[in-house]
């Protein structure tokens, strides 16, 4: 390409017009989808710290230059990919719960299916989340707990609907539904890292009766307690 012909090129970009029928934006967007799919691709197979942005950037097909444009540091990217990763498993979930069911056991299937779908169909996505993200800063650990005290909160609202319709009790139910989130999270955790990991029905299946006997128990829990408490009130008299 001649120096005019390339300061030229360089003028319409500056200015916004179109190079070759694409906007400067697109352009952004087309890196920048490239390299998120490439971090997916490598951070998964190769691993976070065992991958430079230099090698990042020849696979994408993206300059350095470029690189730096839209992410400050791989930190960045990995967090990007991370990002992309559970907004599937949101939209999955959110769609899943749409089901028109009332039996609780049957929602829970639901959303337990989509989530534990949405992370080992592709079992790249679950070593983002639960391998690659883990303990590469104080921000990352921080982001990875809102992002369990989020999925916690779906199971919340699905207790808090138990309570609305009578059948548990109401209380604060926010511990129990994170520690449903971690046993969730803890188990996928070891698909990942199991050698010869069982069929992700298997594991599906294996949540949901933990999930249903949550929910029996805390019926069971709840009417203990009221029968103490009707004790309690019958000695008071």
């Given at each position: 390409?001649?120096?005019?012909?390339?300061?030229?090129?360089?003028?319409?970009?500056k200015k916004g017009r179109p190079y070759r029928g694409k906007q400067e934006d697109?352009?952004?967007?087309?890196?920048?989808?490239?390299?998120?799919?490439?971090?997916?691709?490598?951070?998964?197979?190769?691993?976070?710290?065992?991958?430079?942005?230099?090698?990042?950037?020849?696979?994408?097909?993206?300059?350095?230059?470029?690189?730096?444009?839209?992410?400050?540091?791989?930190?960045?990217?990995?967090?990007?990919?991370?990002?992309?990763?559970?907004?599937?498993?949101?939209?999955?979930v959110a769609e899943a719960l749409m089901v028109e069911t009332e039996d609780p056991?049957?929602?829970?299937?639901?959303?337990?299916?989509?989530?534990?779908?949405?992370?080992?169909?592709?079992?790249?996505?679950?070593?983002?989340?639960?391998?690659?993200?883990?303990?590469?800063?104080?921000?990352?650990?921080?982001?990875?707990?809102?992002?369990?005290?989020?999925?916690?909160?779906?199971?919340?609202?699905?207790?808090?609907?138990?309570?609305?319709?009578?059948?548990?009790?109401?209380?604060?139910?926010?511990?129990?539904?994170?520690?449903?989130?971690?046993?969730?999270?803890?188990?996928?955790?070891?698909?990942?890292?199991?050698?010869?990991?069982?069929?992700?029905?298997?594991?599906?299946?294996?949540?949901?009766?933990?999930?249903?006997?949550?929910?029996?128990?805390?019926?069971?829990?709840?009417?203990?307690?009221?029968?103490?408490?009707?004790?309690?009130?019958?000695?008071g008299r």
């Amino acid at each position: 390409m001649s120096a005019g012909r390339r300061e030229s090129r360089e003028a319409a970009v500056k200015k916004g017009r179109p190079y070759r029928g694409k906007q400067e934006d697109e352009r952004k967007k087309e890196r920048r989808d490239r390299l998120v799919s490439t971090g997916l691709e490598l951070f998964a197979t190769r691993g976070y710290t065992r991958t430079p942005i230099e090698y990042i950037c020849e696979v994408s097909h993206v300059t350095t230059r470029h690189f730096y444009q839209l992410f400050k540091s791989k930190e960045e990217l990995l967090r990007a990919v991370l990002e992309m990763v559970m907004e599937g498993s949101r939209s999955a979930v959110a769609e899943a719960l749409m089901v028109e069911t009332e039996d609780p056991v049957e929602r829970a299937r639901a959303g337990l299916s989509a989530f534990v779908h949405s992370y080992l169909d592709d079992p790249r996505r679950a070593r983002i989340v639960l391998v690659e993200t883990v303990g590469v800063s104080q921000e990352m650990e921080k982001y990875r707990r809102e992002l369990m005290h989020e999925f916690a909160a779906v199971i919340e609202g699905e207790v808090n609907e138990l309570m609305r319709k009578g059948l548990v009790a109401e209380r604060d139910r926010g511990m129990g539904s994170l520690a449903m989130a971690g046993a969730v999270n803890v188990l996928l955790e070891d698909w990942v890292y199991a050698d010869d990991p069982p069929p992700v029905e298997e594991v599906i299946e294996e949540l949901v009766e933990l999930f249903e006997v949550v929910i029996r128990g805390m019926e069971i829990v709840d009417s203990r307690k009221k029968r103490q408490k009707g004790a309690r009130e019958s000695r008071g008299r």
